[in-house]
């Protein structure tokens, strides 16, 4: 019963730190191999690289960090 309290108790805290966890900012990325650049919070892929950021939205129009 201990086991379960604590383990509970973990897993409630770590929901809760998820609660104050902040947007993610989105770069405009571009691949050495191919045309166009596109708008991501993560890197789509080895080789790919930053040219332009961060963007507050996901089409990378609105500059800057995002706000809660």
Same mark, same amino acid.
């Given at each position: 019963?201990?086991?379960a309290r604590t383990v509970l108790l973990i897993c409630t805290a770590w929901?809760?730190?998820?609660?104050?966890a902040d947007p993610a900012a989105w770069y405009?990325?571009?691949s050495p191999h191919a /045309? &166009?650049?596109i708008c991501s919070q993560i890197s789509p892929? /080895? &080789?790919?690289?930053?040219?332009?950021?961060?963007y507050q939205d996901g089409v990378c129009k609105k500059t800057g960090i995002p706000q809660r």
């Open positions: 019963m201990k086991i929901c809760c730190s998820l609660v104050w405009l990325w571009r /045309e &166009g650049a892929g /080895e &080789g790919w690289v930053v040219i332009k950021g961060p």
